[in-house]
C-alpha cells in the first residue's frame, strides 16, 4: 500500500491530467488557439512587410542610341536592369 | 513534408475512442503502479541526498512540461522542423573513411581475440565492458551529439566495403541480387536490439568473453550476407541492428558526414522523415521498453512476483535458469506493453480530437517524437554506468586479455568513484528526462501544425501528447528515484 501511494505521488500528475481530459476539458485551450492565430496573422503581415520593396525601382529610360534603337527596331535590345 | 493527411471512416464517433484512451490509461498506470517500486538496476547506484522529496521533481517536471506545452502554442505558430535544410560546413577527407573502417575493424578483431584467448573473468577481460558500456551506452549517447558517426567505423559494413572495393580490383563486380522489401521495413533492427536486449539483461551466461566473441563473429556473418543479398547500403541503414540504432540517436544531431562533406542543419530536423516505414513506430517504443525493463528489473515488486513465475515455469520441468529466462523474457514483453499502452493512449486521444486520421497513420505521423525519449531515458539509466564502468576501458586497453601487459601505461589505473557523487547523477538524470520530454513535446507541436488544419485541433491533439509526455517523465524518474532515495 506504501508502495502503490508512493508510485501515485509520481503519477498524480498525469493522472490529473488525464482525467481532466477524459472529461473532454481542455483548460486553456481558448487562449492557446487565440494565441497561435495572432501569431500567424503577425507573421504573415510581417513577411508581407518583409516581402514589399521599400523603394520602387526604378527604371533606367534608354538613352542615345539605345533609344532610337529601341524605337526603330522590330525586335528592341532586352530593357535595362532596373535600379534598387 | 514526409506525411499528408489521410482521410479515414468518418462514421466512427468521437466518444468510443475517448473511452478507449481514458480506460487504457487507467490501466496503465494501476499497472505501472504495481511494477517497480524500487530499483537497482545498472546505471543507478548509491544514494543520493536531495532537499525534497523525489516525487516532488516528478511533479516539478510535470509543471516544466506543461509550461512548455503553453509557450510551444504562444511562440511556435508555424512548423519548422517539417524539413531538413543542410548546409555545407566543410569537405570530409577521403582518407578519413577508409582510416575510420579500419579502425572499426581493428577492434572487432581485438574482441574476438580478447573473447577467445583472454581470461573469462568478466572485469579483467575487455569485452564486456566495451560491448556492454561503450558499444551499447557509449556509441548511441555520443551520437546523438555528434551525428551517426558509427556508419564510418562500422565494422561489417567497412568489411564488405573492403570486399566490393577488392573484388573492383580484381575485375569481380557483385550487385545485390535482391532489392530490400517495404514491409521489412525497421523489423530486422528492431529484432536485433530484442536480441541484444535479451543477451545483456536476461540471458545468465552474458560475461562470458568466449561467447560474446561468438556471438560477434555471428552477427557479422549475418550482415555481411545481408549486406550482399540486399546491398550495403541498404542493409546499413535498415538491416543493421546497431546501425538503425545508432542512426535514429544520430537525427537528433545538428551534424551529418554524407556526400564527402560535412553537413550542419538544424537539431532534431533530422527526426521529421522518421516513421513512414514499416517496424518504425515499432523501434522507438522497443528503445524505451528495453530500457523501462531495465530499471524495473530489480525492482520489489518485480523480485517478488518473479520467483512465482518462475517456479511455474520449474513446474513444466525448466531447470532454474531457463525458468528464471523465461520469467524474466515476460518481464521485458511486459515492459514493452506498458510504453506501447502509454503510446497509445496518446494516439488515441489524437484521434478523439479530429477523424480525418486513423489511428495506425497517427501512430506513425508521432512516431518520431518519442526519440529523444527514448534517448532521455538511454542517457537517464546509463550514465552513471558511462562515467563510472567506462572509466575501466582505461587500464582494459593496456590489458585486453587480462594476462597482465600494460601496452599503454595505464593498466594501474582503476574506476574513480568520486568523479561524480549520486547526487550529481540524480540531477543528470532528471535533466536529461525533461529536456527530453520537452524535445518530444516540441517535435509533436511541430507536427501538429503541419497535420491539422485548424488550430484549434492541433492545440487539441497536444493535450494528449502532453499527458504522454507527463506519463513517461514520471515513470522514468519513479524508475530512477527508487534506488536514489
Redesign the interface.
Known sequence: MV??L??????????A??AV??C?R?P??RA??A???E??RG?LMRSVRIGAPRVRPRALLPRGGRLIASSLAVRPPPALPALH | MPFSPMPTRRGRTRAPT??R??AL??AL?IG???WP?SASAHGISGRASLPV?A?LF??AA??VLVVSF?LL???W??PRLQEVHERRACNWPALLTPLAGAIGLALFALVIYAGYDGVSGSKENFDPTFIFVIFWVGVPLSSAVFGDWFRAFSPWRACARAAHWIGARLGLRWRAPLSYPDWLGRWPVVAGLLAFAWLELIYHDRDNPSLLASLSLAYLTLMLVGMALFGIEQWSERGDAFGGYFGLFGRLSGFAVHDRALWLRRPLSALSSYGSESGAVALVLVIIGITTFDGASNG??WNTLQPHVQSFFSGLGLGDSPSDEIADSLGLVLAIAVVVGFYW?GVL?MRSVSARFDTRWLARSFAHTLVPIGFAYVLAHYFSLLVWQGQAIGYLASDPLGHGTDYFGTAHWHVNYNFIGSTGIWYVEVAALVTGHVCGLALAHDRALATYRS??E???SQ??M??VM??FT??G??LL?AVNT
Open positions: 508502495h502503490l508512493t508510485a501515485l505521488g509520481y503519477l498524480l500528475p498525469a493522472l491530467l488525464l481530459l477524459a473532454r481542455y486553456g485551450e492557446l488557439v494565441a497561435i492565430e501569431r500567424r507573421s | 475517448l473511452r484512451a481514458a490509461t487507467v498506470l505501472s503502479c504495481l517500486l522529496p516525487w516528478a511533479w510535470a509543471i503553453v502554442s504562444t511562440m505558430s508555424r520489489v515488486v493512449v486521444g488550430a484549434e492541433a492545440v487539441r493535450y494528449w502532453l499527458v507527463v506519463g514520471s515513470l524518474l519513479w528515484s
